[in-house]
């Protein structure tokens, strides 16, 4: 009896297995060509386990940071020339032109909460809608891995990236002082910007995963709004030890030929590491990678 009892409890446990191995193999085979559920700020969204076709009216840089089949983006990513290899065959889309997004014939669509014709774009698609700044940068990029399948590979670049930039800024507070501190600036036509821990240009990178200092007054002025706005006269009152600054290539730069920004000590120093505008407006893993090179040359190359 007991070697009976023996092999039928081998006979089921290999049945077991075997249904089990069966099931996650039709679990496997339906994600690919099915869909799961994504938990979105509105509710769950059934979406493609792999979409094929995304058009991004935002978070487009998320996406393609993450291999997604882009075939509508929006103007700004468009533009950035961050992308333009990635995006040479993609169409420029809004969410005004539903005509356009019709015709791309989209499997996904992402976009903003405070977009227009929202109820005719999930007509037309599964549509996942994020508001900005509810996630910091590197949620969101986890966030779009959830959306797109792809959380784990998400989630891989996040920590390797935060590994990556702390030692970044621990070197840099070696060669220059624990106290050194850093200023972002960008210039407009008539006024200069200037930012605070969060609003791209690098900033995310310099006082969050680096944790370098900014000067006091860019503290009391631009952490908590993000952005302050001046002349180009008190520039000087806001300046750090080092200063990054943000250079539109069709913007006014003549405020930098002026005696009131070459006195500064740190550009009399040669403390300034520019930055193009145009590739520096997003917080997605290609411009913070792209940035982040730039900030290790510049701080710590001679």
Request: proline share 4%; charged share 30%; net charge negative.
């Amino acid at each position: 009896m007991k070697l009976k009892n023996m092999l039928y409890a081998t006979s089921m446990l290999f049945l077991f297995t075997a249904c089990s191995d069966g099931e996650d193999a039709e679990t496997s085979a339906a994600e690919e060509d099915g869909t799961i559920t994504y938990e979105s700020e509105a509710g769950p969204v059934e979406v493609p386990a792999n979409p094929e076709r995304i058009i991004t009216l935002t978070n487009g840089p998320n996406v393609l940071a993450l291999d997604g089949n882009v075939v509508g983006v929006d103007s700004w990513t468009k533009a950035n020339p961050l992308f333009t290899e990635k995006l040479e065959d993609v169409e420029e889309v809004s969410e005004e032109n539903l005509e356009k997004i019709i015709e791309l014939e989209p499997d996904l669509i992402i976009g903003g909460t405070h977009m227009n014709n929202v109820e005719q774009l999930q007509e037309i698609a599964p549509t996942v809608l994020f508001t900005w700044g509810e996630l910091d940068y590197l949620s969101q990029q986890v966030e779009i891995g959830k959306l797109l399948n792809k959380e784990e590979e998400a989630q891989d670049w996040v920590e390797d990236f935060e590994a990556r930039a702390k030692a970044s800024g621990e070197e840099i507070k070696e060669k220059h002082g624990e106290d050194v501190t850093v200023s972002v600036f960008e210039n407009g036509d008539k006024e200069v910007y200037v930012f605070g821990n969060n609003y791209a240009r690098g900033t995310e990178i310099l006082y969050q995963a680096m944790e370098l200092e900014m000067p006091e007054k860019v503290e009391a002025d631009a952490l908590e709004a993000g952005v302050h706005t001046m002349s180009s006269e008190v520039v000087p009152e806001y300046a750090g030890d080092y200063i990054v600054l943000s250079r539109s290539q069709q913007g006014d730069n003549s405020f930098m030929e002026t005696d009131t920004w070459n006195n500064i000590p740190a550009v009399a120093d040669g403390n300034v590491i520019e930055i193009d505008t145009e590739a520096s407006t997003y917080s997605d893993p290609i411009t913070l990678e792209h940035l982040l090179e730039v900030f290790e040359e510049g701080f710590l190359e001679e």
